[in-house]
């Protein structure tokens, strides 16, 4: 059985730093692409960043560029997301997903059916 499960969310000041953790389990990790989106209240789902299976290229949302980065380690079959300079439009829930087809584009990317699946989520409250 897949799972995937986030931790590392919390409570955090406006400007401080966070870091996600996604640990997968059941599936041939090296195999997946890897995401991370975000649902805060009241508001649809969104992409946040994405990984290839290698690791070797990210795709950032335009809204987290340069604050945000997404990392994978295959050995710990877990992805990372290394939040900094965070600001209270960041709060919500996080989640992480998995994903067999190869990711070549941020467009491709954003898309979440392109994900096979989904973690529980972990929240991130960032306060003023």
């Known amino acids: 059985q897949v799972q995937l499960v986030e931790s590392g969310g919390g409570l955090v000041q406006a400007g401080g730093s966070l870091r996600l953790s996604c640990a997968a389990s059941g599936l041939s990790f090296i195999n997946y692409a890897m995401g991370w989106f975000r649902q805060a209240p009241g508001k649809e789902r969104e992409f946040v960043a994405a990984?290839?299976?290698?690791?070797?290229?990210?795709y950032p949302a335009d809204s987290v560029k340069g604050r945000f980065t997404v990392s994978r380690d295959n050995a710990k079959n877990t992805v990372y997301l290394q939040m900094n300079s965070l600001k209270p439009e960041d709060t919500a829930v996080y989640y992480c997903a998995a994903t067999l087809t190869p990711l070549r584009n941020t467009a491709q990317a954003m898309g979440d059916t392109v994900y096979n699946y989904w973690g529980q989520g972990t929240q991130v409250t960032v306060s003023s």
């Open positions: 990984v290839t299976k290698s690791g070797d290229v990210t």
